[in-house]
């Protein structure tokens, strides 16, 4: 059974910085590409953020390159965002997702997600 669970969310001034974890089970995690997505309030779930599954290469949306950083660790099945300068306009679910293929942009083309963790800044 596949799980991945996201942790690290919270409430953070803008300008302040969190660091988002999402643990993944019963998938070999080498093999999957590693998502991050986000949705607002009443916003459509938008791309944050990826990185390859079989290298050091990620991907960002505009809205938060120069501020996030994805990264993981292949030993602890575990990839990470690092939110740096965080703006009330970040606030929102954030989830955690994987593909077993190259990374996307798109959320339908995803296989697996996780339940989400809530981010939100204060201005």
């Known amino acids: 059974q596949v799980q991945l669970v996201e942790s690290g969310g919270g409430l953070v001034q803008a300008g302040g910085s969190l660091r988002l974890s999402c643990v993944a089970s019963?998938?070999?995690?080498?093999?999957?590409?590693m998502h991050w997505f986000r949705q607002a309030p009443g916003k459509e779930r938008e791309f944050v953020a990826a990185?390859?599954?079989?290298?050091?290469?990620?991907m960002y949306a505009d809205s938060v390159k120069d501020r996030f950083t994805i990264s993981k660790d292949n030993t602890k099945s575990t990839v990470y965002l690092q939110m740096n300068s965080l703006k009330p306009e970040d606030t929102a679910v954030y989830y955690c997702?994987?593909?077993?293929?190259?990374?996307?942009?798109?959320?339908?083309?995803?296989?697996?997600w996780g339940k989400g963790t809530l981010v939100t800044v204060s201005s």
């Open positions: 997702a994987a593909r077993d293929d190259v990374w996307a942009t798109q959320a339908f083309r995803m296989d697996y």
């Open positions: 990185i390859r599954r079989n290298g050091p290469s990620t």
């Open positions: 019963g998938v070999t995690f080498r093999s999957y590409s």
